[in-house]
C-alpha cells in the first residue's frame, strides 16, 4: 500500500504544476489588475503605472512566474495585496469553512443517495423506484442558489429554526456550527444526491442480477445481507467513483452556496480575489485547492483498492 | 424653463421622515426620546472593506467602518460646510499662505495617549506617502509643529478651497498615533480617536467595533454635525457583517439577526414598507448616475454626434429603471440646494428623448452607422441597467449602439484606453457630495478626464474655480462651467439616485449620512 500511495503522490506533482501554470497563463490574458482597485475610478495612467512597478506586476510575465515558484519551493504562497498578509494564512483559515460544508453535505448527499438508489434498485419498476428517482431528479435540476435562498425564507425567516447565515466556528460553539452548517449543507447535498442515487441505483440493479446474488437468495440468506452485504459491496466501485467526482464538484459548488449563506470560505475570498484581480490569492487559493482534489482522487484510490482486491494485486 | 427636479412619488413619505430625522438630528440629539445605553447592533454590508488604514482607500465599504473609529482634523457639517472636528480652529493669514491650526486639547487615541500635535504632524506626514488622494496636501509646502496643541501648514501658494479638500471623507486624512506613522498602508495598529475602536476584522464575515469608554466629546456643539459634532456612542458593540447577496441581507433583516441594511434593495423596500418590524431610510441624493462619452474615437468626436446623444436620451425612464424608482430628475452637475446649484443652465438639454432632433443632428454630423460602443459593468447594477436603457434609446434614433459588458476590472482597464469604446456608464457617488471641485477635477486636467480628451475651456475654468477668492466668485464660475458642460456634451448628466436603507423598528437615533454613523443611534427593548 505504500508503494501504491507513493506513486499516487508523485503523479500529483505534474498536475499541480500544470494547474498553477495555467493559472498563471489565464491570469495573464484576463484584461485589467489589482491597480484598478486600488486607485478607483479617476486614476490616470501614471497612477496605474505608478502602483504596478511598485506591485512589480510592470515585470514580464516569466519573471513573475520564476519568482513565485522560487517563493513556493520556499513554501511562501505569496502576499496578499488587498488583505494585506499572507496567502496561505488567509487560505488556510478559511479551508477549515468550505471543507467541513462540504463534507457535510458529501456525508448528506451520499447517504440520501445511497439509500435512495438501494432503495430504486430492490424495489425495482415499483412505486418506490419511480418515487425515489422522480425525488433524484428534482435535486438535480433545481438551482442551488435558488433552493439556498427558499431554504433561508422558509427555515430562517418564517419558522427561525436556523440563522439565515454566517458561520459559527466548531471550536468556539459546537451547537451554533451544526445550526449554522445546516441550511448551506442541505442545500448543497440535495443537488449532488440526485447522481449519487441514480448511479446506485444502475450499479445495485447490475449487481442484483448476477449468478452469485441469485445463488446468495437460493441458500435462504437474509435478504439484508444479501442486499448489503453481496450486493452493496460489489456494487461500490462506480458508486466511490462517482463520490469523488461529486466531491469536486461540492467543493467548487460551495462558492455559490458560501456567497449565499455569507460563509467565509474559501471560494468565496477566490471569487472576491478574481473580481479584484488580488493574483496572489488566486494562484495560492487554486493551487491548495487543486491539492485537495488531488488529494480526494488518491483518496478515491485507496477506497478502490479496498473495496476490491483486484486493483490492489494488480499493482 | 424651470430646474428639472423631480422625485419618484413611491417614497414620499419616507423622505418626509428622512427630512424631519435629519433636521433634528442637524439641531441635536432629539431631547424627547431616553437613549438607551448597551446592547450589540448589527450592520450588514455587501462588500469587505479593503482596508481598515483610513488613509489608504477611498472606498465606501471601508469609510462606513472607518469613520465610526477614526476622526479629522476638519471634516464636513450636515450640510457640507468644513467644521472643526479635532482642531479648535484654524486661522488662516491674509496672504492665505499660512494656516495655524489649533488642536482640541485632552482628547485620547484608543490607547490611552493624548493627541498631541507631533501626532497630527506624523499622521499628515504619512498621508503624503500612503493617503488615496494625497494630492490634496499638495498646495501644503510644509508641516510644522508649532505649539503642543499648534500645527500650521505653509502653503506652496493661496488655495481658497484647501480647507474644503483637506476635509473631504473621500480617504480621510485621518488622526492616528505618531507611533504608526512609519506604517506601511494598512499595517498600522488601527487606533483612532473616535467613540468606537476596532476588536477584530474576520474578512468576508464581520467586523467589530466598541464603545471607546475615554471617548472625547466636542462640547462645542449640542449633537452630531455631519462628520463632526458631539458625538455619543451609546452601544457597547457594533458588527459590520459582510453578506454580499442582497436576498440574504433582507432576509437576515427581516429574521431579525440584523439590525440595518446598508443598502436596501428597492423591491424589498416595496415590499417591507408597510412592516412595522421595519424602518425605511432614504438616503436621497446619494450619487450622480452619468455617461461619459470618449472624445478621442469616432463617432463620439463629433460634437454634433454627443449633443445628438444627449437629446435622444430620455433621462426618466433612464434613472426609473438604473435606479430601481429611487430618483431624481436633475440636470445639474450638482445637488439642488446646495452652495453651487447653477440653476437652469443646461436644462433646455435634459430629459428630451427628442428622436426628430436628434436624427437632425445625426445628419448634420454626417453619421454613417459607426458602431457606438456602449463600456459597462454588472459590479455596480445602476451602471448596467443604465447601458441597456441607453442603448436603447439610441438605437431608436439611428444609432448603432452596441453594450459591452464586462467586470469592473476590466470596464476601468478599458476605459484608461484612448480607444476601444464610445460611452461609459458611470455613478458618482463621492464626488458630487464634495462639491463642484471634486466633481469637476474628474473631469479636467491634469487628471485624465473620464472623457479622454481635454477641453481647454473646461480645464481653464477648473483653475479659476479653485483659485476664486470668495464663494460667489467661485459659484459664478461654477455657472459656467455648467454651461460649458451643455456646449461640449462630454459627460452627459442622467440623473441623481438614491441610497435606500433600511433598519429594524428597535433601532433609534438613526439618521441617513455618507456613512452608517454609529454614534447616538441606541437600540430600544
Given at each position: 500500500m505504500i508503494g501504491f500511495l507513493s506513486r499516487r503522490l508523485l503523479s500529483a506533482i505534474p498536475v499541480l504544476f500544470v494547474v498553477s501554470l495555467v493559472t498563471f497563463l489565464i491570469l495573464w490574458l484576463v484584461p485589467g489588475d489589482i491597480t484598478a482597485e486600488i486607485a478607483g475610478p479617476d486614476a490616470t495612467a501614471e497612477d496605474l503605472a505608478a502602483i504596478r512597478a511598485r506591485l512589480g506586476l510592470d515585470r514580464p510575465l516569466w519573471e513573475r512566474a520564476l519568482a513565485w515558484y522560487a517563493d513556493l519551493f520556499r513554501g511562501d504562497l505569496g502576499y496578499s495585496y488587498l488583505l494585506n498578509r499572507p496567502v496561505s494564512e488567509a487560505v488556510l483559515e478559511r479551508l477549515p469553512v468550505t471543507l467541513s460544508l462540504a463534507g457535510l453535505a458529501l456525508v448528506m448527499a451520499t447517504a440520501m443517495g445511497m439509500l435512495l438508489g438501494i432503495l430504486a434498485a430492490v424495489r425495482h419498476n415499483t412505486l418506490v423506484d419511480q418515487g425515489a428517482m422522480v425525488t433524484a431528479l428534482i435535486g438535480l435540476s433545481i438551482p442551488d442558489f435558488w433552493f439556498g435562498i427558499v431554504m433561508i425564507i422558509l427555515f430562517g425567516v418564517w419558522l427561525g429554526w436556523f440563522p439565515t447565515g454566517g458561520f459559527v466556528p466548531l471550536a468556539e460553539d459546537p451547537v451554533g456550527w451544526a445550526r449554522s452548517m445546516a441550511l448551506p449543507a442541505?442545500?448543497?447535498?440535495?443537488?449532488?444526491?440526485?447522481?449519487?442515487?441514480?448511479?446506485?441505483?444502475?450499479?445495485?440493479?447490475?449487481?442484483?442480477?448476477?449468478?452469485?446474488?441469485?445463488?446468495?437468495?437460493?441458500?435462504?440468506?437474509?435478504?439484508?445481507?444479501?442486499?448489503?452485504?453481496?450486493g452493496l459491496r460489489n456494487a461500490m466501485i462506480p458508486i466511490v467513483t462517482v463520490v469523488g467526482v461529486i466531491t469536486g464538484v461540492l467543493l467548487s459548488g460551495a462558492v455559490v452556496i458560501e456567497t449565499v449563506f455569507s460563509l467565509p470560505g474559501v471560494g468565496r475570498l477566490i471569487i472576491g480575489a478574481i473580481q479584484r484581480r488580488d493574483f496572489p490569492i488566486i494562484q495560492g487559493g487554486l493551487l491548495i485547492t487543486a491539492c485537495v482534489f488531488v488529494f480526494v482522487n488518491i483518496l478515491v484510490d485507496m477506497l478502490y483498492a479496498w473495496f476490491d482486491p483486484r486493483v490492489r494485486n494488480d499493482r | 424653463?424651470?430646474?428639472?427636479?423631480?422625485?419618484?412619488?413611491?417614497?414620499?413619505?419616507?423622505?418626509?421622515?428622512?427630512?424631519?430625522?435629519?433636521?433634528?438630528?442637524?439641531?441635536?440629539?432629539?431631547?424627547?426620546?431616553?437613549?438607551?445605553?448597551?446592547?450589540?447592533?448589527?450592520?450588514?454590508?455587501?462588500?469587505?472593506?479593503?482596508?481598515?488604514?483610513?488613509?489608504?482607500?477611498?472606498?465606501?465599504?471601508?469609510?462606513?467602518?472607518?469613520m465610526n473609529m477614526y476622526e479629522t482634523l476638519y471634516g464636513f457639517s450636515e450640510d457640507v460646510r468644513p467644521i472643526p472636528i479635532l482642531a479648535e480652529g484654524v486661522e488662516i493669514s491674509d496672504d492665505g499662505l499660512t494656516y495655524v491650526f489649533t488642536l482640541r486639547q485632552g482628547v485620547l487615541f484608543h490607547n490611552g495617549k493624548e493627541m498631541t500635535s507631533e501626532d497630527v504632524k506624523a499622521s499628515l506626514e504619512r498621508y503624503r506617502v500612503v493617503g488615496a488622494t494625497a494630492n490634496k496636501l499638495d498646495p501644503v509646502r510644509e508641516i510644522e509643529v508649532t505649539g503642543p496643541y499648534e500645527v500650521t501648514f505653509h502653503m506652496v501658494a493661496p488655495t481658497p478651497t484647501f480647507l474644503e479638500s483637506f476635509s473631504s471623507p473621500r480617504a480621510p486624512a485621518v488622526i492616528i498615533p505618531a507611533?504608526?506613522?512609519?506604517?506601511?498602508?494598512?499595517?498600522?495598529?488601527?487606533?483612532?480617536?473616535?467613540?468606537?475602536?476596532?476588536?477584530?476584522?474576520?474578512?468576508?464575515?464581520?467586523?467589530?467595533?466598541?464603545?471607546?469608554?475615554?471617548?472625547?466629546?466636542?462640547?462645542?456643539?449640542?449633537?452630531?454635525?455631519?462628520?463632526?459634532?458631539?458625538?455619543?456612542?451609546?452601544?457597547?458593540?457594533?458588527?459590520?457583517?459582510?453578506?454580499?447577496?442582497?436576498?440574504?441581507?433582507?432576509?437576515?433583516?427581516?429574521?431579525?439577526?440584523?439590525?440595518?441594511?446598508?443598502?436596501?434593495?428597492?423591491?424589498?423596500?416595496?415590499?417591507?414598507?408597510?412592516?412595522?418590524?421595519?424602518?425605511?431610510?432614504?438616503?436621497?441624493?446619494?450619487?450622480?448616475?452619468?455617461?461619459?462619452?470618449?472624445?478621442?474615437?469616432?463617432?463620439?468626436?463629433?460634437?454634433?454626434?454627443?449633443?445628438?446623444?444627449?437629446?435622444?436620451?430620455?433621462?426618466?425612464?433612464?434613472?426609473?429603471?438604473?435606479?430601481?424608482?429611487?430618483?431624481?430628475?436633475?440636470?445639474?452637475?450638482?445637488?439642488?440646494?446646495?452652495?453651487?446649484?447653477?440653476?437652469?443652465?443646461?436644462?433646455?438639454?435634459?430629459?428630451?428623448?427628442?428622436?426628430?432632433?436628434?436624427?437632425?443632428?445625426?445628419?448634420?454630423?454626417?453619421?454613417?452607422?459607426?458602431?457606438f460602443s456602449i463600456l459597462t459593468d454588472p459590479n455596480i447594477p445602476q451602471h448596467g441597467r443604465a447601458a441597456v436603457v441607453i442603448a436603447e434609446q439610441l438605437n431608436g434614433v439611428g444609432i448603432n449602439a452596441v453594450i459591452n459588458q464586462v467586470d469592473w476590472p476590466t470596464a476601468l482597464s478599458i476605459r484608461l484606453?484612448?480607444?476601444?469604446?464610445?460611452?461609459?456608464?458611470?455613478?458618482?457617488?463621492?464626488?458630487?457630495?464634495?462639491?463642484?471641485?471634486?466633481?469637476?477635477?474628474?473631469?479636467t486636467s491634469p487628471a485624465r478626464p473620464h472623457f479622454v480628451v481635454p477641453d481647454p475651456e473646461l480645464d481653464a475654468l477648473y483653475q479659476e474655480l479653485i483659485s476664486g477668492v470668495t464663494l460667489e466668485e467661485r459659484q459664478e464660475t461654477f455657472s459656467r462651467i455648467q454651461a460649458r458642460m451643455y456646449e461640449i456634451f462630454a459627460s452627459i448628466k442622467i440623473g441623481d439616485s438614491g441610497l435606500m436603507q433600511a433598519g429594524r423598528a428597535n433601532v433609534q437615533g438613526f439618521i441617513p449620512f455618507r456613512f452608517p454613523r454609529m454614534h447616538d443611534v441606541w437600540l430600544e427593548g
Open positions: 442541505i442545500t448543497l447535498a440535495l443537488t449532488q444526491m440526485g447522481v449519487i442515487a441514480r448511479m446506485t441505483r444502475s450499479a445495485m440493479l447490475d449487481v442484483l442480477g448476477q449468478d452469485y446474488i441469485r445463488t446468495a437468495r437460493a441458500k435462504g440468506m437474509k435478504r439484508s445481507t444479501v442486499v448489503f452485504r453481496h | 424653463m424651470r430646474p428639472q427636479l423631480q422625485q419618484s412619488g413611491l417614497f414620499r413619505a419616507i423622505t418626509v421622515a428622512s427630512v424631519l430625522a435629519l433636521s433634528a438630528g442637524a439641531l441635536g440629539a432629539p431631547a424627547a426620546l431616553a437613549q438607551v445605553q448597551g446592547g450589540e447592533l448589527v450592520v450588514v454590508q455587501g462588500s469587505n472593506p479593503p482596508s481598515l488604514d483610513a488613509m489608504v482607500t477611498s472606498s465606501q465599504a471601508s469609510r462606513n467602518i472607518n507611533e504608526d506613522a512609519e506604517a506601511e498602508a494598512g499595517r498600522t495598529s488601527l487606533i483612532g480617536t473616535g467613540p468606537y475602536r476596532f476588536v477584530e476584522f474576520v474578512p468576508d464575515s464581520h467586523v467589530t467595533i466598541e464603545r471607546f469608554d475615554d471617548y472625547t466629546a466636542d462640547t462645542r456643539h449640542d449633537g452630531v454635525d455631519g462628520f463632526g459634532g458631539r458625538k455619543t456612542a451609546y452601544l457597547d458593540r457594533v458588527i459590520f457583517r459582510i453578506i454580499p447577496e442582497p436576498g440574504a441581507q433582507v432576509a437576515a433583516l427581516e429574521a431579525g439577526e440584523v439590525h440595518i441594511v446598508e443598502q436596501m434593495p428597492m423591491p424589498a423596500a416595496r415590499r417591507l414598507a408597510d412592516s412595522p418590524d421595519i424602518t425605511l431610510y432614504e438616503n436621497m441624493p446619494w450619487a450622480f448616475t452619468t455617461f461619459h462619452l470618449n472624445l478621442n474615437v469616432p463617432p463620439t468626436d463629433n460634437v454634433k454626434f454627443r449633443e445628438a446623444v444627449q437629446v435622444a436620451l430620455d433621462m426618466e425612464a433612464i434613472m426609473a429603471i438604473s435606479s430601481e424608482g429611487l430618483y431624481q430628475l436633475n440636470h445639474g452637475w450638482q445637488y439642488p440646494g446646495t452652495a453651487y446649484w447653477a440653476g437652469d443652465i443646461g436644462a433646455e438639454y435634459y430629459n428630451l428623448g427628442d428622436v426628430d432632433r436628434a436624427q437632425e443632428l445625426l445628419a448634420e454630423a454626417g453619421y454613417d452607422g459607426e458602431t484606453q484612448d480607444e476601444g469604446w464610445n460611452g461609459w456608464t458611470l455613478q458618482m457617488g463621492i464626488e458630487p457630495y464634495l462639491g463642484p471641485v471634486g466633481t469637476i477635477a474628474t473631469l
